[in-house]
């Protein structure tokens, strides 16, 4: 029997296409009651991911597993698991409740199952309406609907918010946050761009190049980039090694002859120069947005064009980030540049 848990776990997975290393040793898991987002830039290996966590794709090395088990071996997995992965095809002169009609009964659950569905995710107006007519966003909706049909415990959307406008993410963001919260469900959902979900989710998992570059929770990311402070000494050699004597040693230069300190208040960095004779000509909290966060995060991503050069792959934090907080260290300790 698998566990019942509702939890994804993915264990050192990995996907080789040919020379293509798609998904290298990935590992992380997500738990019931909140929503994980899967983040990286197009090429990172999402997709391949997930499809492998659905039983579409066959790992080269490493598992993925729903309830304990891998995909295959969940027994009934529409009633495990629901999925929206990219380019669903609908049959364009099936209504919506048709639609979703053959599919319940293809998992066996009943008709009715159908106009509920629809109705969670606000189409029960358009049930009559041909899908081949539909917007974008309500292609997506009506995706979501499908994945719903058998109830899931998991769900898994592969970059939902792709042609959705803002009232249609309003509306995503709210529906996964209370499918997951107050019904403890696991939800995971891709996407190329953090704006887009950055208000849905609360754990992430950012991958580039198939490697995972931090796994944690969302407000911890934003901690830990909040922590830094630019000082602008009289001796910047003096400074560093004054800090470091005072065990404050996330410190590194900066291209424009700052200093950043990270961990420590502007109060306590002061006080230090202070003590050691330093004059210190300026202090700025230096607060960088999450979005260039996951923009330094994932810099090291080639998708590969012709004519491109590989990047070197990001070695650790921006200079000055701590490398505490996000609980995947080995992705931030290294040297800078
Ligand atoms: N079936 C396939 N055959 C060959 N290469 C593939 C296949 N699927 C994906 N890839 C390659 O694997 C890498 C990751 O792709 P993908 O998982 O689609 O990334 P993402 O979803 O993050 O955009 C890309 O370099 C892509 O070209
Ligand atoms: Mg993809």
């Known amino acids: 029997m698998h566990d019942g848990s509702g939890r994804i776990v993915v264990q050192n997975l990995s996907k080789q296409f040919g020379a293509v290393n798609a998904v290298q040793n990935l590992s992380f898991t997500v738990e019931p009651g909140s929503v994980t987002g899967f983040l990286g830039p197009n090429g990172?290996?999402?997709?391949?991911?997930?499809?492998?966590?659905?039983?579409?794709?066959?790992?080269?090395?490493?598992?993925?597993?729903?309830n304990g088990r891998p995909h295959s071996q969940l027994g009934n997995p529409a009633r495990v698991v629901g999925s929206v992965l990219e380019n669903e095809g609908f049959h364009p002169s099936r209504t919506a409740r048709n639609h979703l009609r053959v599919y319940a009964a293809a998992i066996g659950v009943p008709d009715r199952r159908a106009d509920e569905v629809l109705g969670l995710v606000g189409l029960g107006s358009a049930a009559d309406r041909k899908a081949g007519g539909f917007s974008l966003g309500m292609r997506q909706?009506?995706?979501?609907?499908?994945?719903?049909?058998?109830?899931?415990?998991?769900?898994?959307?592969?970059?939902?918010?792709?042609?959705?406008d803002p009232e249609g993410i309003l509306w995503l963001r709210?529906?996964?946050r209370s499918y997951a919260r107050e019904q403890r469900r696991t939800v995971l959902v891709s996407s190329h761009l953090l704006n887009e979900v950055e208000q849905l989710i609360d754990q992430v998992v950012i991958i580039s190049q198939g490697v995972t570059r931090y796994y944690g929770s969302l407000d911890q990311l934003r901690k830990s980039q909040q922590s830094r402070v630019l000082v602008q000494p009289a001796d910047p050699g003096a400074l560093v090694k004054a800090l470091q004597e005072n065990g404050i040693t996330a410190v590194s230069p900066t291209p424009d002859g700052r200093v950043a300190v990270a961990g420590s208040s502007v109060q306590q960095i002061g006080d230090l120069a202070a003590k050691a004779g330093i004059a210190v000509y300026g202090m700025q909290e230096d607060h960088a947005d999450l979005e260039r966060m996951f923009f330094q995060l994932t810099q090291g991503q080639f998708a590969g064009g012709p004519g491109q050069q590989p990047q070197p792959q990001y070695q650790g934090p921006p200079p000055g980030y701590p490398p505490s907080g996000p609980q995947q260290q080995q992705h931030w300790g290294g040297p800078q540049r």
């Open 174 to 176: 709210n529906f996964l």
């Open 44 to 66: 990172a290996g999402k997709t391949t991911t997930l499809r492998m966590l659905l039983g579409l794709v066959t790992p080269t090395a490493g598992q993925a597993t729903i």
């Open 141 to 164: 909706r009506l995706a979501l609907a499908t994945a719903l049909l058998g109830d899931p415990q998991v769900l898994v959307l592969d970059e939902p918010t792709n042609g959705l």
